[in-house]
């Protein structure tokens, strides 16, 4: 079955620590998509990319890094720089919307952080 | 700067009783709209979604959802609810002229229907 798969479900990170947040999807899914949810404060987007080698920041940018080497894989990693960590992250993924026609997105399970 | 804003963030219904949760956006121009379920321990799952034409979708599970453009509004409805609907309620807004497939979501609701 086609979807997106987050790994690992629950990390713990040490303060001062990168950690990076696997996020994979056999959809052949041209965009991919980091948020953060945090309780009261919805979905807020970190990154976006719309295509391979290519990725923009969103609004909460500050302290995350990603990449997009291969259209099935968008990792992000957690720098040190990021003050308030502990949150759970989600990847989704959709069809490049520029395409014309959009369905939203498949999301991913998600990956609990807690910084120790 | 554009936003989303579900107006209920804790609702306690009895099963049977009806629901309406409310969300609106900021922004003038073309939208698609969505509303999005995230039941305990599950990921988010696509409830139901507004391109164009007919302003009232219906999804799964009995729910449905209007478009009120004039209001810009999208509030999510179910006439008689079920204990298995307890979860949380996210709806989302993806401007066409962004160019881009971004999702900007409200801050959600909790649902909680008591048996």
């Known amino acids: 079955d086609g979807g997106i798969t987050q790994s690992p479900k629950y990390l713990f990170r040490k303060e001062g620590q990168n950690v990076t947040l696997s996020c994979e999807q056999n959809l052949n899914h041209d965009a991919m998509y980091w948020y953060r949810q945090d309780p009261g404060q919805g979905l807020r987007l970190i990154y976006y990319?719309?295509?391979?080698?290519?990725?923009q920041k969103g609004d909460i940018a500050e302290g995350y890094s990603v990449s997009r080497e291969k259209k099935e894989s968008f990792p992000l990693t957690v720098t040190s720089a990021q003050k308030n960590p502990t949150a759970f992250y989600l990847c989704a993924s959709s069809i490049d919307a520029r395409q014309g026609v959009y369905y939203g997105y498949t999301f991913g399970s998600g990956t609990r952080l807690t910084v120790v | 700067a554009q936003s989303v804003s579900q107006h209920n963030h804790h609702v306690i219904l009895s099963e049977a009783a009806s629901l309406e949760l409310g969300c609106n956006y900021s922004y003038g121009g073309t939208v698609n709209l969505f509303w999005y379920v995230q039941y305990p321990g599950q990921h988010l799952q696509l409830l139901l979604k507004y391109f164009s034409g007919d302003p009232l979708v219906k999804g799964i599970k009995g729910f449905e959802a209007e478009f009120i453009k004039s209001k810009f509004s999208f509030n999510l409805r179910k006439p008689s609810v079920q204990w298995s609907d307890t979860a949380e309620y996210f709806c989302?807004?993806?401007?066409?002229?962004?160019?881009?497939?971004?999702?900007?979501f409200g801050q959600g609701t909790t649902l909680q229907v008591k048996p």
């Open positions: 989302a807004v993806n401007r066409r002229s962004s160019n881009t497939g971004k999702l900007i």
């Open positions: 990319s719309q295509i391979v080698n290519d990725f």
